[in-house]
């Protein structure tokens, strides 16, 4: 089962910042926090990880909480081409460098004109 | 683009039948997960393979097999198709070692079964 929570849905205006929470309260100190894109018919594109620090690339910013126990995913402009289905995902590590990563239903992200 | 390229986009197949679906990487990428999206829901992971062997497994029966090649390309297999199976079919590919991971993946393959 997928060790994280989101909002099934939100909206956002055009050109807005969309921020996407992510509650992933049993984290463990060696997981890391990605997150997934799945625009309509596509298959998933990553965005962001993170471990401890806030993270931003041409993408998006990650922030973390300090417990590590939410994060959120900041689209600082969104635009059109940002409607999709979001993914949060906590890495299982099964073993050493072995990861399953485990999908949620995601945020439904609509940016509206 | 990813790079990963996945055959065939679509394919209809009957009940009981069999179905291989193939995966190439990105260059470079020596693991490849195979992963089920039913419509409206997540990916499911299926299994992960990586130096030809299946090293982690979701909960999938053994209907579902694959096989990783030397090229790191792989197919996954299913038999005794169900009505059930009929879902979008995705392969992520990524380099080995340690985390963190970035996962690529491909178009997917769209299975019907009728």
């Known amino acids: 089962d997928a060790k994280t929570t989101q909002p099934p849905s939100m909206d956002c205006a055009e050109g807005r910042a969309a921020n996407l929470p992510c509650n992933h309260s049993t984290i463990s100190g060696n997981e890391y926090v990605y997150w997934y894109r799945q625009i309509h018919s596509q298959g998933p594109q990553y965005i962001i990880h993170?471990?401890?620090n806030n993270e931003t690339n041409e993408m998006a910013s990650l922030i973390i909480t300090e417990d590590r126990k939410s994060s959120t995913l900041i689209l600082p402009h969104a635009t059109l081409r940002d409607t999709a289905v979001y993914y949060c995902?906590?890495?299982?590590?099964?073993?050493?460098?072995?990861?399953?990563?485990?999908f949620g239903p995601g945020t439904s992200l609509s940016v509206i004109p | 683009d990813a790079g990963v390229t996945q055959s065939p986009t679509h394919l209809i197949k009957t009940r009981g039948q069999q179905v291989t679906l193939r995966c190439s990487p990105k260059s470079g990428h020596d693991t490849v997960s195979w992963y089920q999206q039913a419509l409206g829901q997540g990916p499911q992971f299926i299994f992960q393979y990586y130096e030809e062997e299946e090293r982690q497994r979701g909960n999938f029966p053994d209907r579902f097999s694959g096989h990783q090649f030397p090229n790191y390309s792989s197919e996954l297999n299913v038999n005794a198709l169900l009505l059930g199976d009929s879902a979008l079919y995705l392969c992520?590919?990524?380099?080995?070692?340690?985390?963190?991971?970035?996962?690529?993946f491909g178009p997917g393959t769209r299975l019907t079964v009728t």
């Open positions: 993170g471990l401890k």
């Open positions: 995902i906590v890495s299982l590590r099964a073993e050493t460098s072995y990861d399953k990563v485990i």
């Open positions: 992520a590919s990524r380099l080995g070692g340690i985390p963190p991971y970035e996962q690529y």
